[in-house]
């Protein structure tokens, strides 16, 4: 069964930093490309950032380039999310979510950026 | 960019129901285009994949179509477990997007 679980959510003043991770299993992970998407609460869902399956290819969305960071350890079945420079409009749950497709996504974590 | 547009931006139904839900992009994107159904509380499933590919799993009452600029999502006979929010995505270039999203709620 194919599981996604994000863990490293939480409360964290504007300016701050904040590492997400995404645990994979039931699937061979070094095998997919990956993204993240949030979602801010009562609003629609927002493309943050995707990888491909040996990290050679990134994008980001315009409103997270130059302060977050994707990356991947194939080793360890693991997605990540460096996040610097928050902002409180940064508040959402984040989710990871398998392939282009996103065919599949994990419950999510919320990250909220408040003073 | 590529900007989805989504229409309506809610709808009321009643079970049994035929609905539709259409999707306009920006630019042409060829059919890669995704559907999404998102339950309060959940993370959002995947229905359709390129425009018309029901995702394994997805019950038949659910249908896509189209290419280029304009797509549909049909709902042939909605069940109370349809009522939810819907987003189509394209998948065609970066940045991914998606439409701002319709509800669907019962009447």
């Known amino acids: 069964e194919v599981q996604l679980v994000e863990s490293g959510g939480g409360l964290v003043q504007p300016g701050g930093s904040l590492r997400l991770s995404c645990a994979a299993s039931?699937?061979?992970?070094?095998?997919?490309?990956m993204n993240w998407v949030r979602q801010a609460p009562g609003k629609g869902l927002e493309w943050v950032s995707y990888?491909?399956?040996?990290?050679?290819?990134?994008y980001y969305a315009d409103s997270v380039k130059g302060r977050f960071t994707i990356s991947r350890d194939n080793a360890k079945n693991s997605l990540y999310l460096q996040m610097n420079s928050l902002r409180a409009e940064d508040t959402a749950v984040y989710y990871c979510?398998?392939?282009?497709?996103?065919?599949?996504w994990g419950q999510g974590t919320l990250v909220t950026v408040s003073s | 960019d590529i900007q989805m547009t989504q229409s309506p931006s809610s709808v009321s139904a009643s079970v049994g129901d035929r609905v539709t839900i259409t999707c306009q992009a920006s630019?042409?994107?060829?059919?890669?285009l995704a559907w999404y159904q998102q339950k309060p509380g959940k993370a959002p499933k995947l229905l359709i994949y390129a425009a018309s590919s029901l995702q394994s799993g997805v019950p038949s009452r659910f249908s896509g179509s189209g290419s280029g600029t304009d797509f549909t999502l049909t709902i042939s006979s909605l069940q109370p477990e349809d009522f939810a929010t819907y987003y189509c995505q394209q998948a065609n270039s970066f940045p991914y997007s998606f439409g701002q999203g319709t509800k669907l709620e019962i009447k």
């Open positions: 039931g699937f061979t992970f070094s095998s997919y490309s």
């Open positions: 979510a398998r392939n282009s497709l996103f065919d599949y």
């Open positions: 630019q042409g994107i060829s059919s890669w």
């Open positions: 990888i491909s399956s040996s990290s050679s290819t990134i």
